[in-house]
């Protein structure tokens, strides 16, 4: 019997699931390099990061941009970098997902016309467009348009690949950054599907789709989940989503064919349940959450990519992303979870989880679709409320130790970890170098380029905007014209307008009796009266392109709890906007969440721009994923207190806000 041959007993092994690193930083050249690396250790995908300048329609030498560009994912400002960005690498043999949303028709105009150029047939060309804009207005904040003209985009993006595109998934429902927001399993299979349902209706309504191929469109919907450490759960979690799924399309669409109504799902695990306390725990962590996508046969993930153990430190390197690649060929290859089939048919423990789940999921989508939709649950501000309260819920168990994270909450006494002894070398740094170089590529592209032809594509571009022409066709022009990812997002907001989600704090529930937060409130009390004021304010700022506002909100609540009186504007300010708001609300302290890398550059700026304004006696802190040395320069520069993912303890962060304006004012 060959080696990988199976016992006759066994049925014949499972192929193995897709198996990518989510892959992108500092330019397009040394992702590409990235990539050939991966390639070549046995990747059998590509997953591409954008950067937040791409993710929310911006060029590299916008004002927003600053400090941002090549820090979570690739600049691709235009067709050269996406040229450049999968050179020599044959897109017609390739599968390739793109984590892009707002922009995800003018991503896949850049990746058609590169594939186009390679030789390629676009009917052969596989791969994925994240292109679910619902989550970003719930979580990740990379959202441009208002929310009926984004669905508008998705739907022209799947009417154009359901002709042109046929092995493509021109949709990916995402709710991997729900559960990071908070959802609990339930909301986040009902939240998910409900965005389905939108963006099926909102195709079945355009008209670009004959009645008899909605089958077809549903067959190319794919999800894209989370899988947290309680793993059991997870099986149960994936379990319910294919029951529903499956319910949905064949009672609400009629899909007929059970083939195409077969639940398809891709995954990441975690990211932010990641510790930068005895960080080396991670890897459990890390192998526990891949099982809950992967033991369960009849709803195995169909393509996996896992983070770092040292994404709550920062940026990982290439060997930190071989490290986990290694983990899923370890499992694929060297264990028998592939020869076997399901593993829970049958037990009444999964059966009864799954049905709990189904139940509670179907509850949150019926909910939902009573108020009308998606949409409306978004514009409400239902949806977030719901996921600030149940995050809020999390931290609370996690504080009052009824959820034990190990090494953070118990179990802190630690050896000094070997994998952290390299202090900055244990990640991979940026060089600011990269986004100079960016700003000087995209003004040379725009000299290089035929100007006429790209104000024809621009016009052409508003004026089906303004009609219900699809927009693909023109998109492709602007491709090809030479135009930008600003010019291009710019030219529909002209149109379409900006929107700013709402921020779900002000139906968010508070700690209520939480013992631990009396002696606070009174210490922030006794400040007030002490200071003169009514109350203390804190202005809790996010600065550029981050729109990971979790933290941010979760201390947001937890200081209105304790009594201070909170000014929270959202995401995506300027350093302009952030030092107005400090000065107009004449607020005792300034807090800034940077999770994107660009703090060196963001926090320095607001830093300057209040001793500008004359407020330089302000105290500044600052919250997020920040190295050890590049906490020891903000500190340096001015910075009263710099908080990490290891500063876990909503009342003692507030307690030591408390602090902060106590010493700015002498108050001892």
Known sequence: MGENASPGWLPERDRPWVMRTYAGHSSAAATNALFRRNLAKGQTGLSVAFDLPTQTGYDPDHELA?????RVGVPVAHLGDMRTLFEGLPLAGMNTSMTINAPAMWLLGLYATVATEQ????????????NDIIKEYLSRGTHIFPPAASLRLTADVIAYALREMPRWNPVNICSYHLQEAGATPVQEVGFALATAVAVLDAVRDSGQVPAERLGDVVQRVSFFVNAGVRFVEEI???????AL???????????????????RYGVQVNSLGLTEAQPENNIQRIVLEMLGVTLSRDARARAVQLPA??????????????????MQQVLAYESDLLEHPDLFEGSHVMTALVDDIVAGARLELEQVLEMGGVVAAVETGYLKSALVASLADRRRRIEAGADVVVGVNRFTETEASPLTAAGAGAIERVDPAVEAAAVDGVREWRAGRDAVAVRSALARLRADAATTTNLMIATLECVRAGVTTGEWAGALRQVFGEYRAPTGLSAAVGSGGDAGLAAVRE???????????????LLVGKPGLDGHSNGAEQIAVRARDAGFEVVYQGIRLTVAQ?????????????GLSVLSGSHLAAVPAVLDGLRAAGRADLPVVVGGIIPARDAEALLAAGVARVFTPKDFALNNII???????????NLG
Request: glycine share 8%; aromatic share 8%; charged share 30%.
């Open 66 to 70: 600053a400090g941002e560009v090549g």
């Open 119 to 130: 030789g390629a047939e676009l009917a052969r060309c596989a791969g994925t467009t994240q």
């Open 236 to 242: 149960a979690k994936m379990r319910a989503f294919g």
């Open 245 to 263: 799924w499956d319910e949905i399309t064949h009672d609400r669409y009629g899909v007929a064919e059970e083939k195409q109504r077969r639940f």
């Open 309 to 326: 153990w040292n994404e709550a430190l920062g940026l990982p390197r290439p060997w930190d992303q071989q490290w986990s690649l290694r």
């Open 523 to 537: 210490r922030v009390a006794a400040t007030a009266r002490e200071l003169g004021s009514g109350r203390l304010r």
């Open 578 to 590: 952030i030092v107005a708001a400090a000065v107009e609300e004449d607020v005792d302290l300034v």
């Open 655 to 665: 307690d030591e806000l408390v602090t902060v304006i106590r010493q700015s004012n």
